[in-house]
């Protein structure tokens, strides 16, 4: 008999039935969709992504019907605009991205042995966000208002309002808004693999599947944002009439370009990444063994990350540029291709030393390999300028692009979801239906864009709604139009197999034997995520450690009761995993729902020009955003400590830069650093494209140097008080920390004042040419944080008059700080551009 | 103990201290950070050379020495990491949850990501090295 109190099975009883009350989903025909667990919100945002998927598919197959012969009329060309920018931006913003969002969502606590990632409110506003401008967006075509300039939307004809209607508003505005969902998934994800791991998981025994989304959420960090300051700059000249892309008054639509691709680039290995990263967990299981070389596949992760950064002009290599531009741009498309290529024979070399289960997922793996490999070949193709060239804007690209899309994205998608649908619904799809759509989908894929690389070599433009007979390609089109039927005839067996899936009985617990945390789930799933947070001594637990699913199931680990009734998990620290905290996580509220819904109304209202209406939506989400802080964050907790079992026992509250609402704090202000750099890019862009830059006359003197200097002063001096009372309330003076604070945001507001003085007083007028635009630009950006800042301080002094915030229990002022940095340094490069730079004073 | 001279030859002293260095996330990502100023420091100065002075950069030995210190960090952070990977400890495959075996891999991982990033800086370099006009 052991001396373990976790023998006593009432006692486990009992505990099952407070966690189980604890993470109950609430009930009602409204009120179950304001649940916040990972595995509902996960679930919805899943199914939400693959309608969308379909949606856009459909719209694939009406374009491939009218090219199907040549002359044909069975849409109009204005139709078919719609038809292909619609295709296009569904599918990379409203399918691949969020899909792996939301994948990560529902298999990243399981991976990481947590009860949910650290911030389940956030997931679900990512959601409804992500609904919600979805359905805007993707609707529009119904009203004949869909965009129509291509997913690029390149300038001059989307930003002129006499050549492009409501449709360019809605792409910027309706795709800005799930933008800003795409990174509140990123910060959860990342707080999310740093902070969350159970105790022993160290950095190298991290599943794969962490550490790619890791990678691909920094990247979404460092690609989104400059698409965020280029459609600041887009909706700024569509809406108000400042001139950044119009030629004629200094702007330039190249610029556009640039920051598009620098988040266009990204883009694509940000929806592969996430694919190997399911190959990483597919593999293994089938191959019996460990993955080879796991090193190596982090050499991968991050060397793809790292290169994916240097290929944007690669796009636009045809844009004039410098050969020497070129010639950098191209020396970095081919190196992507090193890192590329060692993860593919590391899952090759895997399956060779493997002894190999022959199942469907792995059929879906290999074929998806053998399409993206042809895909990475036509890729090293383009990367060679005087190919390029040639190459341009004809179905050539067409082919090439889908080839890596539908290898590196969709397939190992669809792999991915026979693998995983028994731990969602705890029953196995049918490998006879899975093995038959797999073939549909292989040839239909192959027969479809296999001759797009012909007809483009033959001169078919690409976003042409018909080709003359003469051309001679309407054989190879033909045989296109054909295959994306047989394709979408394999989709829709798919669809069959999961509509047959509820009719089904129960899969045993694990049924492909795999050995990572993740299928630990049983099949009648229990919404606690995990019984008990393990132990971590191997990267394949349930194959390597003795007892380790018993263990785990008569929560013989960590934090296997909820005595406060409180949704509860571990966190560790980011290296080594040793638990530092137990955090306190949200649960079921109405409040995420109802800020995507205010801010949803702040960008569709001003799609629609009804500005007021728009600013009560933005001061409503404001309100909401400072209640959902106010009630949901940094709880002063009842007690200090907890144990976890096993004679530990953590903090149930940490301030700093241990705490997950400090890093996440930090990663946000990368994100929204990143957006700033794109708007200084442009200021320096412009700087190199003209000769009299900044120009002088009229209207176009800039602020001269005061007005910026004491603006960066009294923004300085903001930052320095919020350091100030962040001390001086660690130190237990509360009085002189609530005053600094006071003073902090007095200097906050008036740094808004100077600020905006320079270029008003100077009569800066910004419709006339692009230097004032972007000043006032970069003016409006750092005001606009700089009043951000004033009510985060104003924020804090509230909390700690009510008593939120003491000496001990200081994160917001903490987190306050990290925003300051961030402010700090954003007001001394736009004022000393501004006000400093040669010519501008 | 303190202040004691350490054991053995001056050589090993040197490896030993590289092998205590913090190794984190941050280190991981020197060499190919080191990539993308080069990258970015080549790609601004030919872009700006050409367009505000309107002729290629006269002085082609910047790009020389920028893609010698550029390779030198390349080089010294792969080297520390190789170091690193030959800490004493228990036989491969190095894939316990160990202090050790955590080293070993973050520098396994450094040492490929330097490896990774020397070629692709010799790729950047020979472009600049090579064409020297701004059409």
């Keep these: 008999m052991s001396l373990h109190a976790q023998d006593d099975p009432a006692l486990r009883a009992a505990q099952e039935e407070r966690l189980r009350e604890v993470w109950k989903p609430p009930t009602g025909w409204f009120f179950r969709w304001t649940d916040t667990n990972n595995n509902q919100v996960g679930v919805w945002y899943t199914l939400t992504a693959f309608g969308f998927m379909l949606f856009a598919g459909v719209l694939a197959m009406i374009m491939r019907a009218q090219l199907a012969v040549p002359e044909n009329d069975l849409v109009s060309p204005a139709t078919f605009n719609q038809l292909f920018t619609l295709h296009g931006s569904m599918m990379m913003f409203l399918f691949a991205v969020p899909m792996f969002e939301a994948v990560s969502i529902i298999l990243l606590p399981q991976l990481l042995g947590a009860r949910d990632l650290p911030f389940p409110r956030l997931s679900a506003f990512g959601y409804w966000s992500f609904l919600i401008g979805g359905v805007f967006v993707s609707g529009s075509i ?23 209607g409501l449709g360019a508003d809605i792409w910027m505005l309706g795709l800005s808004f799930i933008e800003v969902s795409s990174v509140a998934a990123a910060v959860e994800l990342i707080v999310g693999v740093l902070k969350c791991r159970p105790p022993g998981m160290r950095l190298n025994l991290m599943p794969l599947y962490a550490w790619y989304i890791l990678v691909v959420a920094v990247m979404i960090l460092f690609a989104f944002p400059p698409l965020i300051a280029g459609d600041v700059l887009f909706e700024m000249e569509r809406l108000l009439g400042w001139p950044f892309f119009d030629q004629a008054k200094g702007g330039d639509p190249i610029l556009w370009q640039h920051l598009f691709w620098i988040f266009g680039h990204p883009e694509v290995y940000i929806v592969f990444l996430p694919s190997i990263a399911l190959f990483a967990m597919i593999v293994p299981t089938f191959a019996r063994r460990h993955l080879l070389g796991y090193p190596w596949i982090v050499l991968a992760a991050v060397g793809t990350a790292f290169l994916s950064f240097g290929l944007w002009v690669h796009h636009m290599f045809t844009t004039g540029l410098p050969k020497i531009s070129l010639a950098f741009f191209s020396a970095a498309s081919e190196a992507v291709a090193i890192p590329t290529g060692i993860q593919i024979f590391a899952f090759i070399a895997t399956l060779w030393a493997g002894r190999v289960v022959w199942s469907t997922p792995l059929l879906y793996v290999t074929g998806s390999l053998a399409i993206f490999v042809i895909g990475g070949l036509t890729g090293v193709m383009v990367a060679i300028a005087p190919f390029d060239w040639q190459a341009h804007d004809t179905y050539f690209i067409v082919a090439h692009l889908h080839y ?14 026979y693998y995983y649908w028994p731990l969602i619904t705890g029953k196995k799809l049918s490998d006879r239906l899975g093995r038959t759509a797999f073939w549909f989908l292989f040839a239909g894929a192959n027969l479809t864009f296999f001759p797009m690389h012909f007809s483009g070599l033959l001169g078919m433009p690409r976003r042409v709604f018909t080709y003359p007979a003469e051309l001679g390609i309407g054989g190879l089109n033909l045989a296109s139009t054909i295959g994306s039927w047989v394709f979408a005839a394999g989709v829709a067996i798919v669809c069959v197999d999961l509509a047959l899936s509820p009719r089904r009985e129960k899969s045993p617990r694990n049924p492909w034997e795999a050995g990572t945390l993740e299928w630990l789930a049983h099949p009648d799933d229990e919404d606690w995520g995990i019984r008990s947070v393990p132990l971590i001594e191997s990267r394949y637990p349930i194959w390597d450690q003795k007892d380790f699913v018993k263990k785990v199931d008569e929560g013989r680990f960590f934090l296997p009761d909820a005595e406060e009734g409180r949704r509860e998990t571990i966190v560790t620290s980011v290296l080594d995993a040793r638990p530092v905290q137990v955090v306190r996580l949200g649960g079921p509220s109405i409040k995420p729902m109802l800020t995507a819904i205010a801010l949803g ?11 007021w209406a728009a600013l009560v939506g933005a001061v409503v989400t404001l309100g909401m955003i400072l209640l959902w802080l106010w009630t949901g964050t940094a709880e002063i907790p009842e007690k200090d400590c907890k144990p976890i079992g096993h004679g530990i026992e953590l903090p149930l509250y940490i301030s700093g830069a241990s705490a997950s609402g400090w890093w996440a704090m930090f990663i946000t202000m990368m994100a929204d650093a990143t957006a700033f750099s794109g708007l200084v890019f442009g200021y320096y862009f412009f700087w190199t494209r003209h000769e009299d830059f900044p120009p002088s006359g009229a209207g176009l003197d800039g602020p001269g140097a005061f007005w910026p200097m004491v603006a960066l002063a009294v923004s300085l001096a903001g930052w320095l008080m919020t350091i100030g009372a962040r001390e001086t309330n660690r130190r237990g003076m509360v009085g002189a920390a609530r005053a600094l604070l006071a003073l902090g945001a007095v200097a906050s507001l008036a740094a808004i004042g100077a600020g905006l003085a320079g270029p008003w007083l100077s009569g800066l007028a910004p419709k006339l040419h692009v230097y004032p635009a972007i000043v006032w630009t970069l003016v409006i950006w750092t005001t606009a944080h700089a009043g951000v800042g004033a009510i985060m301080q104003l924020y804090t002094l509230a909390r700690s008059v009510a008593g939120k915030m003491t000496p001990k229990y200081d994160a917001d002022v903490r987190n ?3 925003y300051q940095h961030f402010m700090a340094l954003t007001a ?3 004022y000393a551009t501004i ?7 | 103990m303190k202040n004691e001279a350490p054991h053995g030859p001056e050589r090993r002293g040197f490896r030993h201290r590289l092998r205590e260095l913090r190794v984190t996330l941050w280190t991981l990502i020197v060499p190919p950070s080191v990539w993308a100023v080069h990258f970015l420091f080549c ?3 030919v872009a700006v050379s050409c367009a505000k002075l309107g002729a290629f950069p006269r002085f082609t030995t910047a790009f020389v020495i920028g893609t010698a210190v550029a390779e030198a960090i390349i080089l010294a952070s792969g080297w520390i990491a190789w170091v690193q990977t030959h800490t004493p400890g228990d036989p491969a495959p190095h894939d316990q949850g160990t202090d050790i075996d955590r080293l070993r891999f973050l520098a396994v991982s450094t040492l490929l990501l330097a490896g990774l990033s020397f070629v692709a800086v010799i790729f950047t370099a020979v472009p600049a090295l090579m064409l020297t006009d701004c059409r």
């Design chain 1, 601 to 611: 109304s702040v960008f569709i209202l001003t799609t629609y020009h009804l500005y």
């Design chain 1, 828 to 830: 001394v490069v736009t």
């Design chain 1, 142 to 164: 119904f009203f004949n208002v869909a965009p129509d300039g291509g997913w690029f939307m390149y300038p001059p004809f989307t930003t002129r309002t006499d050549l492009s």
């Design chain 1, 835 to 841: 006000g400093l730079f040669p010519g501008a004073a």
């Design chain 1, 816 to 818: 306050i700080t990290v």
């Design chain 1, 404 to 417: 890596v899309l539908i290898g590196g994205t969709l397939i190992p998608l669809f792999g991915g979801l």
């Design chain 2, 43 to 45: 790609y601004l100065w």
